[in-house]
């Protein structure tokens, strides 16, 4: 009987632990790509992405003689009715740890068991699962640094290679066109101006990968926090897709450092804060929705307001901020330092809630990670755990000239055409206006938050 591989964030053919098993077993594999009501509530950018990383995906499943299934319609449905169709008896998967994610798998693990099916799972998303790692007294960590320290030697096993074939079925599932999905729908600005910045699939996230070794992990603890340089590998978008393992970085990060690299351990490090985002995410879903100190909750940030319309569309008149807002919306991305700044800016000058930035990062970055995007966001605005003081407050200006002292990325974003040809006509924004005056004062604002953090903790 075949056996169903549901692929949802491993676009990949080389280690990827469920197909790997699925094609050990020498029975016909469907792989299938479901629509599904976790999906459905994905932003803009996310969705348009996702559209380019199946169409990839799709193509490397045809070079090993497969295809890509792609169905519509809650998991659980979708599932029993392939089962239904093929006669399989078996459906597995790589896990995964946000809420949404893992009540949805939960569920569809438990009914295909009781339908008498065999539902497996594997571990193929992070480096280090969230139960794997605990502190002495057997809690999970709520502190990067002993995280960090109590992952740092482990091992993490072999990458598996990527099958040369896979068996097929007697005969395919119907499948649904990707065209017809429309995922590109709301991101009127995907094919002509983000297309230009991403990178899609296992081929190129692999060449990423040795392009970034290579040339730029060496100077990467200097580097990383430059906001003009490209400094970083670019990774983030393939990690979160799963079009390249998180440990084939891991690899190639320790191959670099016993060769000597300076910024590998850094490297190394990073990748596993992507792993700490996932552990908090599983240990306390409410990361992902609501502050992670509870007594933030009566904290009076603002919900959304016209501050925030301005920092969105890049018009609060600060120039680091805006540069950085319009290169988010131009290429998917943002500089992990303007990532910082921004949220910085949103929660404490603006004063407005963490969730209100948190929600348009969900909606703009292709790089989007549920549990990264929310720990980034908690702790910038002092909620979350392990997180910055709130009354450590950003001077975007100072910044600026630290980490963009000749103004190069300023000048590129503020300047930027494709951000004009990319925005919707309502903005009603052209390249003529003059620079908005800003919308609070540096140092008002950064009163103004002080004190309502004095009156909160009191
Ligand atoms: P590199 O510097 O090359 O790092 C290598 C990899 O390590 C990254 O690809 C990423 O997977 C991981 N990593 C690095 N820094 C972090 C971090 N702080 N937290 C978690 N993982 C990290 N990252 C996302 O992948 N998706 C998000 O939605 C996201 N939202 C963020 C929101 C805010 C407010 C902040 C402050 C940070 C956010 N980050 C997010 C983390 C970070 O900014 C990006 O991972 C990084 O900029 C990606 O660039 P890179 O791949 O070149 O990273």
Redesign the pocket.
Known sequence: APIILWMRRDFRLSDNPALAWAAEQGRPVIPVFIRDEVVEGWGAAPTWRLGLGLEALAERLEGIGSRLILRQGRALEVLRALVQETGAETVTWNRLYVPDERARDTEVKEALREDGLEARSHHGHVLFEPWTVETGSGGFYKVYTPFWKNVRGREVGDTLSAPSALATPSSWPESDVLADWELGRAMRRGAEIVAKHVVVGETSARSRLSA?VADRIDA?DSA?DKLAVNG??????N??WGEISARS?WHAGQRALQDGSKGAET?LS??V??D??HHLAYHTPRLTTENWREEWDGFPWRDDNPDAEAWRRGQTGIDVVDAAMRELYVTG????RA??LV?SLLTKHLMTHWRV??DW??DT?V????A??A???Q??AGSGPDATPFFRVFNPETQGEKFDPRHEYRDRWLQSDDFYAAIPESWGLSPDDPRPAPIVGLKEGRERALDAYRDFKD
């Open positions: 970034f990467y990383r970083t590998s670019g990774l983030s978008e990690l979160t970085c490297f990073e990748l804060w992507r700490f985002a991305r943002m500089h992990n990532r910082m949220a930035g948190c990062f969900a970055l790089d989007w990670d549920p990264s995007n720990m980034g966001w702790w910038s």
